[in-house]
């Protein structure tokens, strides 16, 4: 006898975020229905990450930028955030350029300290 695994996605839990995938290049008329998208899954999950999964924009460029500032806004009055998945190491480079800072998948949040770091040992030091 043989049992399968439960119906829908295994990993999802009340606490997973809900996840937006944004590919291809979004034009100008498409950010508003993008932002009153992510407005609109706030609202309806009450959820207060967005997980924007970025990986397949394309190539970083101030449409993008523009498109990220406006998402993480529209959150805000929403009562929530977003946070990027799989952003481009060019498409951070222009966020920090421009002064934006996101909160990023797999990234250590400020204050809290790396996993795996430690402390550098001076020699003489006494073991702890």
Do not use: W, Y
Not at 5 to 22: E, F, H, R, S
Not at 48 to 56: I, K, M
Request: aromatic residues 0%; contains cysteine.
């Amino acid at each position: 006898m043989s049992c399968g695994p439960p119906p829908g996605l295994p990993i999802v839990d009340a606490t997973t975020p809900p996840v937006l995938v944004l590919a291809g290049p979004v034009t100008r008329e498409e950010v508003t229905r993008v932002c009153d998208g992510v407005r609109a899954l706030i609202a309806a999950t009450g959820a207060g990450v967005v997980v924007c999964d970025v990986g397949g924009l394309g190539p970083p460029g101030l449409g993008i930028v523009e498109l990220l500032a406006r998402l993480q806004l529209g959150a805000r009055r929403a009562g929530g955030r977003i946070r990027l998945r799989d952003p481009d190491p060019g498409l951070h480079a222009l966020l920090d350029l421009v002064g934006l800072r996101f909160e990023v998948e797999g990234e250590v949040e400020e204050g809290e300290p790396a996993l795996g770091v430690e402390e550098a040992v001076e020699p003489g030091d006494a073991a702890v």
